[in-house]
């Protein structure tokens, strides 16, 4: 069965500083996978997906992921975090054969002044 | 419309009550999902939508919960006797429906339900 585990519950980083939101996922295939961010009071946005052409994904607000199959990760990245980066960030995999999603249990992003 | 739609955004009920909660995907988009957010944890699969077809039920976690969609468009999930554990937030997302996997899914603002 698919899945992802999102390593870290809470991350918080300084104004300006670098972004790292750490993301496993576990397939017997080569799989989907996507960040979605949650905003406060918002829907689901989707940042960026992996649908096995270029192993480095960009996405919007800068944000970009690297699929490593030797490390079965897809971490999400941002060099420079600004405070509207607040948010609720999931790692999500696509299950085999269907566009049913799976989620990650999230990081909660603060973003410190 | 612009994008996906729900209604209500908040419902209120009491335990043992039936609640309608409303759908309304991209046009054009065949595919429609439902998920359910509990505090704090992540989405869960409820039940996917071809059209009007319903091939992926597994998520639904009783027989209380039911979904039906109408003209590949508005889609309805009903809880039937409700539960305190049925509170969460139910989200319904939609996407084109052309692919097996990779399809953008598109989110609604979500209904917050919470059963007292």
């Known amino acids: 069965a698919q899945s992802v585990t999102q390593l870290d519950s809470h991350v918080s980083v300084s104004e300006g500083t670098p972004v790292l939101l750490r993301c496993n996922y576990s397939?017997?295939?080569?799989?989907?996978l996507f960040w979605y961010v949650q905003h406060p009071n918002k829907g689901l946005q989707l940042l960026l997906k992996?649908?096995?052409?270029?192993?480095l994904v960009k996405g919007i607000n800068g944000f970009e992921a690297e699929f490593k199959k030797s490390e079965t990760s897809f971490h999400l990245t941002k060099p420079s975090a600004h405070m509207s980066d607040a948010a609720e960030y999931f790692c999500?995999?696509?299950?085999?054969?269907?566009?049913?999603?799976?989620f990650g249990t999230g990081t909660r992003l603060q973003v410190f002044p | 419309g612009a994008g996906v739609s729900q209604s209500p955004s908040n419902k209120v009920t009491e335990k043992g009550k039936d609640v309608e909660l409303r759908c309304d995907p991209i046009s054009g988009h065949t595919a429609l999902y439902w998920y359910r957010q509990r505090l704090g944890q992540g989405l869960e699969f409820l039940i996917y939508?071809?059209?009007?077809?319903?091939?992926?039920k597994s998520g639904l976690p009783s027989d209380r919960f039911s979904a039906e969609r109408t003209g590949e468009s508005v889609s309805t999930l009903t809880i039937q006797r409700t539960q305190q554990e049925d509170s969460a937030v139910y989200l319904c997302a939609s996407s084109l429906g052309l692919s097996p996997m990779g399809d953008t899914q598109y989110f609604g603002p979500g209904t917050r339900l919470t059963v007292l």
């Open positions: 939508f071809q059209g009007n077809s319903a091939p992926d």
């Open positions: 397939s017997s295939y080569s799989p989907s």
């Open positions: 992996y649908t096995s052409a270029a192993t």
């Open positions: 999500v995999v696509s299950a085999l054969g269907t566009d049913k999603l799976i």
